[in-house]
């Protein structure tokens, strides 16, 4: 039997929003009472809240949508290395890792410590992990941190240079509780056609 362990972060008022962002809100807009059957709900959130995947289009005006993506990316074997207590990752941390033959690569990086805050600093990615990560094949990569560039960057290297290479970008995953190794990975996006990106509800699946 496989076993599911859930990666996403729970979306529910006051979780974290990048600061100036849209504050995520779910209400019941249409009672049961009122409607006479039903309670309808109705959300508003920024899409780069919690565990969320980003189409090429949030950091250029003429990259793909959501829609647009390679879901087959989205699903299959994942493997996940941990690289704590490191304030940023480059090509040279990668060497001390077998990724050789992997499509997905989830990093670990512990640096988001009270899931209760946005956090104020994180590990971030170096912009030479798009050639290295490309030439191991890989094509998408995971990270535990609201993003896989610096919180306070504007050039966003790490998402261009992922974007170049053809890696697509999966943040905000929870791996606290899961231990480097290999899994099934499932994080789909929604079938949002417009949009920047998508809130995803990521699992893995042990292989045994
Ligand atoms: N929501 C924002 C508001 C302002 C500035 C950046 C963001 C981001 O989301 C960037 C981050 N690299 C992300 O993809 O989640
Ligand atoms: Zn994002
Ligand atoms: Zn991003």
Do not use: C
Not at 76 to 87: E, F, H, W
Not at 102 to 108: G, P
Not at 188 to 207: M, Q, W, Y
């Amino acid at each position: 039997m496989t076993t599911m362990i859930d990666i996403s972060r729970p979306l529910q008022t006051g979780v974290p929003t990048w600061p100036g962002d849209t504050p995520f809100s779910y209400e019941v807009s249409w009672t049961k009472e009122q409607s006479g059957s039903v309670n309808v709900g109705k959300l508003t959130m920024s899409i780069h809240t919690g565990t969320h995947v980003d189409a090429p289009f949030h950091f250029d005006n003429e990259g793909r949508k959501v829609m647009d993506l390679d879901m087959e990316l989205y699903i299959g074997p994942a493997r996940v290395i941990d690289l704590s207590g490191k304030s940023s990752i480059g090509a040279e941390d990668l060497k001390a890792y077998d990724i050789d033959g992997i499509t997905r690569l989830l990093i670990r990086t512990n640096s988001w410590s009270n899931p209760q805050e946005f956090p104020t600093e994180i590990t971030y990615l170096r912009g030479d992990v798009g050639p290295y990560l490309a030439e191991k094949g890989i094509r998408l990569i995971g990270v535990d941190v609201p993003s896989v560039d610096p919180l306070d960057s504007k050039e966003l290297s790490a998402h261009h240079t992922l974007h170049a290479n053809d890696i697509h970008i999966l943040e905000g995953i929870n791996l606290a509780h899961i231990a480097p190794g290999d899994y099934e990975l499932i994080a789909l996006p929604l079938p949002l056609v417009e949009a920047d990106g998508s809130p995803v509800r990521a699992i893995l699946r042990s292989l045994k």
